[in-house]
């Protein structure tokens, strides 16, 4: 059985006084909630002190980024030692605005995978076509190509254990979702590509998110397919309400 995962992708939004107001409001919200696992990814400011208000409760915490690196002269950058430590479980890697602003590549977004197992961190390993992708019927060549390069050399036990998320970049931030059974198509033929990768046991093992443009109005049906194990929650994670809604939509899902 594979639990879903709802993580909460909140970007470059909520100063630390306003990220733990929220985690606080969230942890209302969510007690007795059962049977799925939450995860909130605050930018890296926010991180020791939401981890401090999320302690010994049931929500995990992940970061959105890190380096490959445990420690050196890498300006600006911050390593799987660090987040490990102030207690994160999963980090957020190769999201598409990562690809798209700053440069980061299926070789880096390895080379992070790798790094984040090392050192006990779950990555939430997002992968996704473009619009243009899309509509000229690549999107399963990008997502092989994506998958086969940013997993390359992982184990089958590792491959079992992390997250892939599947995020279609035109869905992302647009209000223009996946449809359920194109989320699911993508979802089985990522799983189909890990077995191939790891084997039958890692591929039914792994959990395999969507995301772009979730909100409680369309969980519960891309939720419902089988090969959705949970959700990356971007815009819909910044508020209390519409965050716990997709969670509870995962609860009947
Ligand atoms: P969105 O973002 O839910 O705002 O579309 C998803 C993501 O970027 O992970």
Redesign the pocket.
Known sequence: MRIPLLAG?W?MYKTVTEAVEFVRRLKEALSGVRGVEVAVCPPFTALYAVARELAGGNIALGAQNMYWVEEGAYTGEVSPVMLKEIGCRYV?LG???RRQYFGENDENVNAKVKAALKHGLVPIV?VGERLEEREAGQTEEVIAGQVRRSLAGLSGAELAGLVV?Y?PVW?????RTALPEDAQQVNAFIRRLLAEMGGREAARQVRIQY?????PENAAELLGQPDIDGA??????LKVDSFAGIVRAAVRG
């Open positions: 992708n970007k957020i999201h598409s605005e997002c998320a995020e869905a992302i931030g647009t209000g995301g772009g443009s979730v909100k990356l929650v971007g815009g819909a994670s």
